[in-house]
């Protein structure tokens, strides 16, 4: 929670001062927006830690432009406040979003995005834990439904099988099937 309070208050606090710098004023509904949209950037970033940077900054910034459609057509449409129009702007959509825009939330997005990558913290140390824990793609593994070391107690096979590209295997789970399957290998039945 704290660290949801803190990037809302830093996002809002920076947008609001970009738009100072920017425009010579703001409103406080676009320092919501900010805040608002910070919390989406981490949530991207802590959701797709393996993309890279380029492909976060991309989704970063489709967010950011939808965040500010939706609210643009709150505070300007329905509400009426008028607080910014892009309708002089080549290729806008109703005056609420267009590419200039996008282009800005794009590099923003993308210093955002790595600062957040490079300074996670636990999410950058459970990314690396389960690296860690993995079969590297190329590398064979073995699969099969054998329940010990001689192949299992029906003769089961077990076999090495190269993963694909892109795929990753954690190691370390037999524990958990053996203790899972304790009662099915001693019925012999199948059931568990």
Same mark, same amino acid.
């Given at each position: 929670m704290r660290r949801k309070m803190v990037l809302f208050a830093v996002g809002g606090t920076g947008y609001s001062m970009l738009e100072i710098l920017y425009r010579g004023r703001t409103h406080w509904t676009m320092a919501v927006l900010g805040g608002l949209c910070l919390m989406l950037l981490a949530s991207i970033v802590r959701r797709r830690p393996h993309w890279p940077l380029w492909k $976060?900054?991309? %989704?970063?910034? *489709? *967010?950011?432009? &939808? %965040?500010? $459609? *939706?609210?643009g057509l709150l505070v300007n449409r329905i509400l009426g406040w008028g607080v910014w129009d892009y309708s %002089?702007?080549? $290729?806008? &959509?109703?005056?609420?979003?267009c590419p200039r825009f996008s282009i800005y939330w794009l590099c923003l997005s993308y210093a955002a995005c790595g600062v957040m990558r490079r300074f996670g913290g636990a999410e950058r140390k459970k990314r690396r834990d389960f690296d860690a824990h993995a079969v590297p793609p190329g590398e064979a593994v073995e699969v099969g439904a054998g329940g010990g070391e001689q192949g299992g107690a029906r003769g089961d096979a077990v076999q090495k099988l190269p993963l694909r590209e892109g795929e990753r295997k954690v190691i370390g789970l037999e524990p958990l099937r053996a203790a899972l399957f304790q009662n099915r290998d001693r019925a012999g039945d199948g059931s568990l």
């Open positions: $976060l900054s991309a %989704a970063g910034a *489709a *967010a950011v432009t &939808l %965040a500010e $459609l *939706a609210a %002089a702007q080549p $290729l806008n &959509l109703w005056g609420q979003i």
